[in-house]
């Protein structure tokens, strides 16, 4: 599995304005699971990464510590 970089992922939405609430909604969890992601409780698998990636901006690669 790839490794999750939190900090990474804050900066890339704080980049495209996308907002925690809003990627919390399109994955049909509440924003509590950016803070389980920050905190290093839970990643998010392949399947949420590919939904966050739908929103504007990045792409999944971009959220991990692998580059193409």
Do not use: M
């Amino acid at each position: 599995a790839d490794l999750f970089v939190y900090t990474r992922f804050e900066a890339l939405i704080r980049e495209t304005g996308v907002t925690k609430a809003s990627i919390a909604r399109r994955l049909g969890r509440t924003p509590t699971i950016c803070q389980d992601w920050k905190a290093g409780k839970s990643e998010p698998n392949d399947e949420q990464l590919s939904i966050v990636a739908s929103a504007p901006g990045p792409t999944p690669v971009s959220y991990t510590h692998l580059t193409l």
